[in-house]
């Protein structure tokens, strides 16, 4: 069994090979499909949240008991040495990894799950560093988009909202140019993709499209990834004058393809109306499902060598 | 006509020449070249054939290693180092820009980690068009050469 995976940190999207993302796909597929409730019997696996988080935590919490582990850790670093002692991350890590077969983490700032996987002695996963990455939660929106398009070859994939500071959009944007989807970016002008996700796009020569209204192009689409425009970022008049044009309405798929499939990260504010949820394209919920399936992956993958290219 | 030497001639040390008009004094402050109490003759907006105006610093008794010469790369790309020996230039080379750059500047994103922890910053360092960026190891964030204060 070839598993690249053993023993290796989880920590950024750009670390990931074509060929890692689709074992990681499989595994989730395999796992969802017959769950494996003894796989991790006698390990522990360490959950450190030194930010709080809901359904991060949960999912990775239920993902480590559903494979037979049990989980260690704490949900808020306040009460830890290192929020009341001030003890360094460094030292931290060094003690968890000696009490645990591996962690996941989650950290107010950038840089910090690099930095343990550095000093740790067992695979890191990475829960979210700051506004940097998130790559679990791209992990299981790739599930997701495999599980409901059964491919992720050449798709057709709108991202709408905050495409500056949503970090999850990024992360998925640069996974699936692997796969040479075609990209649609709908985002108010304050709220646009980052440069730097755009050079990466034209030096590699990959197709987008930057539109002013979901409406422009939904029809064309085989998955609308919608995330939350943060209402603090405008001013009142200018956030209602904007808000029209990037909330999803039921009444606006009735010309769409049979296969397409709505995400969003959650939580969701007001960018879908629910009216949306009855509809066959809404798939967010199961998506957050997912997220459990995916971290039993990674878990499965870093953990164990039971999975991989044969 | 006799050619004069735009700045005395020094008997052993170091000499470097080709830099940007105005990166001169920068560079003073960035390598601390005057904490060692050699001597130091700076020259600034020399006249340059190549690059119309020049800076040249030489200082004595003190030899630039690859790794000095690699980091000066990031103010001065085009400088020659020439290291001298009894008023002779027994090597002479230009600077390379270093793949990556440890330990050297602080990450200009205040909520990177690299600040709180007892580590050593680290910067891969890309060429972009003319230009030179620097990615942090640990935020993963790119930023313009004029965003570090020690480069600006």
């Given at each position: 069994m070839n598993n690249p995976l053993y023993q290796k940190h989880i920590i950024s999207i750009p670390d990931f090979s074509r060929q890692e993302l689709e074992l990681i796909v499989d595994t989730a597929q395999s796992i969802k499909q017959?769950?494996?409730?003894?796989?991790?019997?006698n390990k522990v696996v360490a959950s450190c949240f030194f930010e709080a988080s809901t359904r991060t935590r949960l999912s990775f919490e239920t993902a480590v008991q559903r494979l037979g582990g049990s989980v260690i850790g704490?949900?808020?670093?306040?009460?830890t040495s290192l929020g009341k002692k001030g003890e360094t991350l460094v030292d931290s890590v060094k003690v968890i990894s000696s009490y645990s077969d591996a962690f996941f983490m989650r950290h107010p700032q950038e840089g910090a799950a690099r930095l343990a996987s550095e000093f740790s002695s067992v695979p890191v996963i990475n829960g979210g560093d700051g506004s940097n990455q998130h790559p679990t939660q791209t992990l299981l929106d790739l599930f997701t988009i495999y599980e409901t398009q059964g491919s992720l070859e050449g798709l057709k994939v709108a991202f709408v909202g905050?495409?500056?500071?949503?970090r999850t959009v990024h992360s998925l944007t640069q996974a699936l140019s692997l796969f040479g989807c075609e990209f649609y970016f709908i985002a108010p002008k304050a709220l646009a993709m980052p440069d730097y996700i755009i050079e990466e796009l034209n030096a590699r020569e990959i197709k987008y499209n930057l539109h002013d209204s979901i409406e422009e192009v939904v029809d064309e689409l085989d998955i609308l990834y919608m995330t939350r425009v943060q209402k603090e970022r405008f001013d009142e008049t200018e956030y209602q004058h904007m808000k029209s044009s990037f909330i999803l309405r039921a009444d606006m798929l009735k010309q769409v393809k049979e296969n397409l499939k709505i995400l969003h990260p959650l939580p969701r504010v007001d960018e879908i109306t629910t009216d949306v949820d009855t509809t066959p394209y809404a798939y967010y919920f199961e998506q957050a499902e997912n997220g459990v399936y995916a971290r039993q992956a990674l878990l499965a993958l870093v953990m164990t060598n039971e999975f991989g290219a044969q | 006509m006799k050619k004069k030497l735009q700045v005395e001639a020094i008997a052993h040390g170091t000499v470097i020449d080709h830099v940007p008009a105005g990166q001169g004094i920068k560079i003073l402050k960035f390598f601390q070249l005057s904490a060692a109490q050699e001597r130091i003759t700076v020259g600034l907006n020399l006249p340059s054939g190549e690059q119309q105006q020049k800076d040249l610093i030489k200082v004595e008794n003190t030899v630039f290693d690859e790794n000095q010469a690699n980091q000066l790369a990031l103010f001065a790309p085009n400088a020659t180092i020439n290291l001298i020996e009894d008023f002779e230039v027994v090597r002479k080379f230009h600077v390379s820009t270093p793949e990556q750059v440890k330990g050297v500047f602080a990450c200009p994103n205040s909520n990177c980690i690299s600040h709180n922890e007892p580590i050593d910053s680290n910067f891969y360092v890309r060429h972009q068009q003319q230009d030179i960026k620097l990615k942090c190891h640990y935020c993963e964030k790119t930023f313009d050469r004029g965003l570090f204060s020690e480069l600006d």
């Open positions: 017959q769950p494996r409730p003894e796989l991790l019997k704490f949900a808020d670093g306040g009460n905050d495409l500056k500071y949503g | -």
